[in-house]
């Protein structure tokens, strides 16, 4: 072997060495609450990840999530479920003032009937005023097992209001 092959093997194996001990593994049981900290802020801050709908047999607010929530100053959700403005706001937002079949050309509208039908039982003509929006939560409802579901949203909130979070915000809609 050349020495200038040589040189150039030993250094990727180098490389690749440290870069595989450079990689720290993940936990995954950490991937739904991350714990924000930085030398900068006073105090931490948590970052939640949900599903904002859940299946009632599958729905589990975790301890740890509990427990930080006892111990921050404010719950921070996207739009203050409380609020029947908001709430209004959000609805009026799904709602499409274009009919589906002027969104999609005929080849998708086409393929769109096919599944409607399938999962709704009826053709795609009969939702076209609804909206593309209302449509997908439609289709949702009855594809997924649920007989009964759970708002993970509604559910933090209310636990915040329980555990007398005085700055209850709200992100903007």
């Given at each position: 072997m050349k020495p200038s092959k040589l040189?150039?093997?030993?250094?990727?194996?180098?490389?690749?060495?440290?870069?595989?001990?450079?990689?720290?593994?993940?936990?995954?049981?950490?991937?739904?609450?991350?714990?924000i900290e930085h030398a900068d802020l006073h105090e931490p801050s948590y970052i939640l990840g949900t599903l904002h709908l859940m299946c009632e047999k599958d729905f589990e607010i975790p301890k740890k999530v509990t427990q930080a929530l006892?111990?921050?100053?404010?719950?921070?959700?996207?739009?203050?479920?409380?609020?029947?403005?908001?709430?209004?706001?959000?609805?009026?937002?799904?709602?499409?003032?274009?009919?589906?079949?002027?969104?999609?050309?005929?080849?998708?509208?086409?393929?769109?009937?096919?599944?409607?039908?399938?999962?709704?039982?009826?053709?795609?003509?009969?939702?076209?005023?609804y909206g593309l929006s209302i449509l997908n939560v439609l289709m949702l409802q009855k594809m997924l097992p649920w007989s009964q579901i759970k708002s993970v949203d509604n559910k933090m909130m209310s636990l915040a209001i329980k555990n007398n979070k005085p700055d209850l915000q709200f992100g903007e809609s």
């Open positions: 040189i150039t093997a030993i250094a990727v194996y180098l490389l690749l060495i440290n870069s595989l001990q450079a990689q720290e593994e993940i936990k995954l049981e950490n991937s739904v609450l991350w714990k006892q111990i921050v100053d404010a719950l921070v959700l996207e739009v203050n479920l409380s609020n029947p403005e908001e709430i209004k706001i959000m609805q009026e937002s799904m709602n499409n003032t274009r009919k589906i079949s002027e969104e999609l050309s005929k080849e998708q509208f086409d393929e769109l009937d096919t599944l409607v039908t399938k999962i709704m039982g009826a053709s795609l003509i009969n939702f076209d005023t």
